[in-house]
């Protein structure tokens, strides 16, 4: 499995990023997306993970401004940020697991994208 993620950048506090997480390889594999973050010495957090048969989580500090989702067609899963904040600055891995968990423990890990949220 294959995992590309896309769409970081810099905004402003406020502001809206849409990431994108194009899957390819053994998709059928694939019982569980999520997206993680890891901010500049911190652990690397759960941020929201999507089941294969769509049941949805995410953290407690992203609930009401973070929207996973996906197109089953593009094997693509997108984490749409709304009201970002400063403190949601951080590289965002796109995770996939064989499992089908709300605790994913990643099996294959995208590249990561930078995520910059100026105030």
């Known amino acids: 499995v294959q995992l590309v993620e896309s769409g970081g950048g810099l905004v402003q506090a406020g502001g809206s990023l849409r990431l994108s997480c194009a899957a390819s390889?053994?998709?059928?594999?694939?019982?569980?997306m999520a997206w993680y973050r890891q901010a500049p010495g911190k652990q690397r957090e759960l941020v929201a993970v999507i089941t294969r048969p769509g049941t949805i989580d995410y953290a407690d500090s992203v609930k009401g401004r973070f929207t996973i989702s996906r197109d089953n067609a593009k094997n693509t899963v997108y984490l749409q940020m709304n009201s970002l904040k400063p403190e949601d600055t951080a590289v965002y891995y796109c995770?996939?697991?064989?499992?089908?968990?709300?605790?994913?423990?990643?099996?294959?890990w995208g590249q990561g994208t930078q995520v910059i949220v100026s105030s």
């Open positions: 390889g053994s998709i059928a594999s694939i019982n569980t």
């Open positions: 995770a996939s697991d064989t499992w089908t968990t709300l605790r994913p423990l990643g099996d294959y």
